[in-house]
C-alpha cells in the first residue's frame, strides 16, 4: 500500500512538472491585451540630430521712415489684415506738397517761355531781322533800304546770309535752354513725387501687421523702423545648423520636426539652403516649409536632421507607450522566460516617428518587453531594481 502511495505522489509531482507556464495574461488578468509583448528591434539609417529652430513668416518686410515728419496715420494694430496695396502708415507730407504746387508754377513759366521761343524761331525763318534792320547810318528806314544797304553790300560791310544765321541759331539756343529748364523742373518733380510716395507705407503683399514701432503723433527720423509687415498664411522654421551636417540635406528633402508648446511631430520639406556658411559661428542656415496651421511665428521649433557623419544606428528601438516613468527615470518592464516582468532602468534616445524611440542603454535588440505595461504592473518600482 506505501509503494502504491508513493507511486502516486511521484505521478502528481511529474504532471505538475509538465504542466506548461501560467501566460501573461493568466498571471495579469486585468492587463488583457494593452499588455503585448514587443520584440526589440535595431534602429536603421543614419542617426539624426534635434536642432532648434524659430518659426518665421514666409515674407515679411519691416517698413521704415524715409524722411522727417510726424506720423499722421496707422491702418491698425497687431494682427489685422490687409490687401496687397493698401495704406498702412503715413507721415505728414503738407511741406512737400506745397513745394509741389511751386514746382508746377515753374513748369508752367518754363512752358510759357519754350512755345515763346518757338514762336521767335517760326518769325526769323519767316520774317528774317537782318532783312528788316536799320543801317548803321541812323538814316529813317526808306533811305536805308533803297540807298544805305546796297551801297553796303557792295562795298562789302555787312553780310546778310551770316546774320541771318546768326539770328537763327539765337533762336535755337533760346529753344534748347527753354526745354532744358523744363526737363530740369520735371526731374525735381519726380524726385519730389518720390518723397512724397516714400511717407506713405503701402503694402507690398497681402498679409497682416506683426508689430507697431509707432504711434499717432510721433515724430520720426529717415532710418526709424514704423511697422512690421509680414505674410503669415505660409510659415517657416529656420535653423542654424552645423556646416558638417550640410551633406545630409537637398532641398525639397522630407525631415521631421517637434512644434512647441506639444511637442507635435509634423513633416516639413527644405524650402531653401543659404550658400555662404557663418564665417565665425561656421553654421549655415537653412529653412524648412510647415505645413499650414501648426504654428505661428516666433514659436520654437526642432527640426530632425541626419547626421551622415555619424556611425549608422545600433541602438535598440521600442515603443513610446512600453516606458514608464518613476519621477525622471525611465524604465521597461522586460519579460523573463517565463513571462514574468522585470522592471529595468533604460536611457532614452531620440524619437524615431510613428510612436517609436531609441534606448541608449538599458536594452539589446530580441529582448521581449511589455508593449504597453497597465497600471497594474508596478513590479520592481519600490525596491528600485534595475537602477
Not at 542617426?47 to 491702418?75: C, E, H, M, N, W
Not at 524619437?351 to 513590479?379: F, M
Request: with cysteine; aromatic share 6%; charged share 20%.
Amino acid at each position: 500500500m506505501g509503494i502504491q502511495i508513493k507511486s502516486a505522489f511521484a505521478a502528481c509531482l511529474l504532471a505538475w512538472a509538465l504542466m506548461p507556464a501560467p501566460t501573461l495574461a493568466e498571471r495579469y488578468p486585468a492587463q488583457g491585451m494593452a499588455d503585448e509583448s514587443f520584440v526589440v528591434q535595431q534602429a536603421e539609417g543614419a542617426p539624426t540630430l534635434s536642432l532648434g529652430g524659430t518659426v518665421v513668416a514666409y515674407k515679411d518686410v519691416t517698413l521704415a521712415a524715409q524722411l522727417p515728419g510726424r506720423v499722421t496715420f496707422i491702418a491698425g494694430r497687431e494682427g489685422d489684415a490687409f490687401d496687397e496695396s493698401k495704406l498702412l502708415v503715413s507721415i505728414g507730407d503738407e511741406e512737400l506738397l506745397a513745394n509741389r504746387r511751386a514746382l508746377l508754377a515753374q513748369m508752367a513759366s518754363a512752358d510759357a517761355q519754350l512755345r515763346n521761343a518757338g514762336v521767335q524761331y517760326s518769325r526769323e525763318i519767316n520774317s528774317p531781322q537782318s532783312h528788316n534792320a536799320p543801317g548803321g547810318m541812323g538814316m529813317p528806314n526808306l533811305f536805308d533800304q533803297m540807298f544805305t544797304r546796297p551801297v553796303e553790300s557792295f562795298m562789302g560791310d555787312r553780310d546778310r546770309k551770316t546774320e541771318r544765321s546768326a539770328d537763327l541759331f539765337a533762336s535755337q539756343t533760346q529753344i534748347q535752354e527753354a526745354q532744358n529748364a523744363m526737363l530740369r523742373l520735371q526731374a525735381e518733380l519726380q524726385a519730389l513725387d518720390s518723397k512724397i510716395r516714400d511717407a506713405r507705407g503701402i503694402a507690398p503683399f497681402k498679409g497682416v501687421i506683426i508689430k507697431k514701432f509707432v504711434e499717432v503723433g510721433d515724430t520720426v527720423q529717415p532710418g526709424q523702423p514704423l511697422m512690421t509687415f509680414a505674410d503669415v498664411e505660409y510659415l517657416q522654421v529656420e535653423v542654424d545648423l552645423p556646416a558638417r551636417l550640410r551633406a545630409g540635406l537637398h532641398e525639397g528633402q522630407m525631415v521631421q520636426a517637434e512644434i512647441d508648446p506639444a511637442n507635435q511631430r509634423v513633416p516639413v520639406r527644405v524650402a531653401q539652403i543659404f550658400p555662404m556658411a557663418d564665417p565665425l559661428r561656421h553654421t549655415v542656415k537653412v529653412k524648412f516649409d510647415l505645413p499650414q496651421g501648426v504654428s505661428e511665428p516666433g514659436m520654437y521649433a526642432k527640426v530632425l536632421i541626419p547626421d551622415l557623419n555619424a556611425p549608422a544606428r545600433t541602438n535598440p528601438v521600442i515603443p513610446e507607450t512600453a516606458v514608464r516613468y518613476n519621477g525622471s527615470l525611465p524604465g521597461v518592464y522586460v519579460l523573463t522566460e517565463r513571462g514574468e516582468p522585470r522592471l529595468r532602468l533604460i536611457r532614452v534616445g531620440e524619437e524615431l516617428g510613428d510612436g517609436l524611440i531609441t534606448v541608449l542603454s538599458g536594452l539589446k535588440p530580441g529582448e521581449r518587453i511589455l508593449a504597453n505595461p497597465g497600471p497594474q504592473v508596478t513590479a520592481d518600482w519600490a525596491k528600485g531594481e534595475g537602477r
